[in-house]
């Protein structure tokens, strides 16, 4: 493979000499690096001092080969649990990657549920606002605003592999932490690595890209560490033009990419997407993502409380993309199920801001997105009088302001719901509206709740319950691999209603009782296998994009299982991923990037 690094870090190390971090030296001994597939006998693997030498993948037999796979496997999940701090975690799996690919989809794959929280939030965060000093080297590419008119050219020089998805940011607003700049490369290589750990996307296939457009961060550009342009972050006309060569380029090099927008500031992701949305095979995760799996996290609270969807009434506190996005969602699903008017519909969802309520008296000063929802309502100047005014069923929290649901807000709401459902969705978990044990203790252990970030499970009078966690990527692996299997031409509100319903129906009546809203996390692999069978067939039935061929000999879920990639026993790639280049991480000083052999 690749390594796509800043050409100005990019230093080979000699072939005999280069040598594995001591986090990953036992783990990678007698492993190859190379993929038998690929028809090279000859690897490298790393032996119990850390150096990189020869390795005969092909004298093993395939008996011997998942032995060792398995050793490996239970070898490398040990030494994660040794490490206490999660960023050292996250380092010792980014080293595993670079070091044994192969062993690392392997722990990526069958131990999801356990290594998932150290690649993805809530480490990705910390990781993220650190990611210019840790000793890692950058995975993805790069581009920024002197690329301008050589966009696709810069593309086609750093990779030349079959690419299908790419995870794209600017990094102005990381999770909850705000503008990260360059940092904000984290967040994409996070990403991308989901789509191969649960939706089954080749990793081959995948690419992480962050559009470097400056940061308005001062911390970070005073920082003499920091890898990334040091200017105030690009707006306006600049920014859109330099946008649209980016997707222009996309639409040149490969005869079909997903693209999926991610973590873009809020004024530039909605202009983002209803640009490009009905042009290219594109989606926003924190816009449509959230919105797909917090509605199937609705649609299975409701199976505990028996309420219909269109009794329901929503208050948001936060009325940024998130919020508004669910919103819409929501306010769709109740058209569809229950033919009330869009219009009608949206009056279900009440949004709180900065400034208090959005309603029809504030529509002078509301952005675009907001005036949707701007109803002709009293307004209220907090959340806890909109509540005691609105009344609402559900109660969503996509804020970043950490305690917001204060035990007298919980306890209102428990007061008007015999099973309140309470969704306090920020990232990171320091930025939950509220924890798990606060929600159920407020209300007596009758809420409904989903969180953003992982709770640990309460036991209240002998039985056990756990907390749901509205996680993305029960959603997006799934949909991106259904549109790259359908080559659909776009990605549109009816993919991810089919998606969140299917969802809401997979977590028995018993478990969501207990809490268990979504399947638990070590099936994921099963959960993607049928979301990408229903979304590609609603593709290819909606005239969205094309069947592919074998589908029709025996249905979609074989079709799609055959699909699925994974790891030989082997636990070798189809691409070599240069262990002797160990370079910083970071784009060069002029944004140049190179392909390392």
């Avoid at 800043?6 to 080979?12: D, L, P, V, Y």
């Avoid at 069958?110 to 650190?130: D, F, K, L, S």
Wanted: charged share 20%; aromatic share 8%; glycine share 8%.
């Amino acid at each position: 493979m690749e390594m796509l690094v800043g050409r100005r870090f990019a230093k080979a190390l000699p072939q005999h000499h280069a040598r594995a971090p001591p986090r990953v030296a036992l783990v990678c001994k007698a492993t190859a690096m190379m993929s038998g597939a690929s028809g090279l006998s000859s690897a490298k693997s790393v032996d119990i001092e850390g150096n990189i030498v020869p390795f005969n993948q092909s004298a093993m037999s395939h008996h011997a080969q998942e032995k060792l796979g398995r050793y490996l496997g239970r070898h490398a999940i040990k030494r994660l649990r040794g490490l206490e701090k999660p960023i050292d975690k996250y380092l010792y799996l980014r080293d595993l990657q670079l070091y044994n690919p192969g062993l690392y989809f392997r722990l990526l794959m069958e131990e999801t549920e356990e290594v998932m929280p150290y690649v993805y939030t809530p480490t990705v965060g910390e990781a993220c606002q650190r990611y210019h000093e840790l000793p890692i080297p950058t995975q993805g590419v790069y581009l920024t605003p002197k690329d301008k008119g050589r966009m696709l050219q810069k593309l086609r020089a750093a990779c030349n592999r079959d690419v299908r998805v790419i995870v794209v940011t600017d990094g102005e607003r990381i999770l909850g932490l705000g503008d990260l700049g360059a940092n904000g490369m984290g967040i994409s290589e996070g990403k991308i690595q989901l789509y191969t750990a649960i939706g089954g996307v080749n990793p081959d296939q995948c690419l992480p890209v962050c559009i470097d457009m400056g940061t308005n961060n001062e911390k970070l550009l005073a920082d003499p560490e920091y890898k990334g342009l040091r200017q105030k972050r690009l707006t306006g006309a600049a920014f859109d033009e330099l946008m649209d060569e980016f997707m222009g380029a996309l639409r040149q090099w490969k005869d079909h990419i997903l693209l999926q927008f991610e973590d873009f500031g809020n004024t530039n992701a909605f202009r983002l997407l209803d640009n490009f949305r009905n042009r290219q095979c594109c989606f926003n995760d924190d816009i449509q993502g959230t919105a797909c799996v917090s509605l199937a996290g609705i649609l299975a609270a409701l199976r505990a409380s028996g309420k219909p969807l269109k009794d329901q009434r929503i208050v948001f506190y936060g009325a940024g993309e998130a919020g508004t996005g669910i919103g819409e969602l929501f306010a769709k699903a109740v058209h569809k199920k229950h033919g009330i008017p869009l219009e009608e519909a949206r009056k279900q969802c009440f949004f709180l801001d900065s400034r208090g309520l959005v309603c029809k008296s504030r529509m002078a000063e509301l952005q675009h997105h907001k005036i949707p929802f701007a109803h002709d309502v009293e307004f209220q100047p907090d959340l806890l009088a909109s509540v005691k005014a609105l009344k609402p069923t559900i109660l969503i929290g996509v804020s970043t302001i950490a305690k917001a649901f204060s035990e007298e807000v919980v306890r209102e709401m428990a007061a008007l719901n015999e099973r309140p459902i309470i969704f306090p969705l920020s990232n990171p978990t320091s930025k939950s509206e509220c924890t798990y044990e606060e929600a159920f203790n407020w209300t007596d252990g009758r809420v409904v709740f989903a969180s953003g970030s992982p709770f640990a499970p309460l036991t209240h009078n002998g039985v056990e319950y756990h907390p749901a966690q509205a996680n993305n990527a029960y959603i997006f692996p799934s949909v991106g691999h259904a549109a790259v299997l359908t080559k659909s031409t776009a990605i549109t509100d009816d993919m991810f209603l089919v998606a969140a319903d299917e969802l809401s129906r997979m977590s028995p009546q018993a478990a969501i009782q207990q809490g268990f809203l979504f399947p638990p996390f070590h099936e994921i692999a099963q959960v993607s296998r049928t979301l990408i069978a229903k979304v590609a067939e609603h593709i290819v039935e909606s005239g969205m994009g094309t069947r592919p061929e074998g589908e029709g000999a025996y249905g979609w879920e074989v079709f799609t299982d055959d699909h699925m990639w994974h790891v030989g026993g082997d636990m070798s790639l189809d691409r070599d991923y240069a262990a002797e280049y160990h370079a910083p991480n970071g784009p060069a000083s002029d944004g140049t990037m190179t392909c390392l052999p």
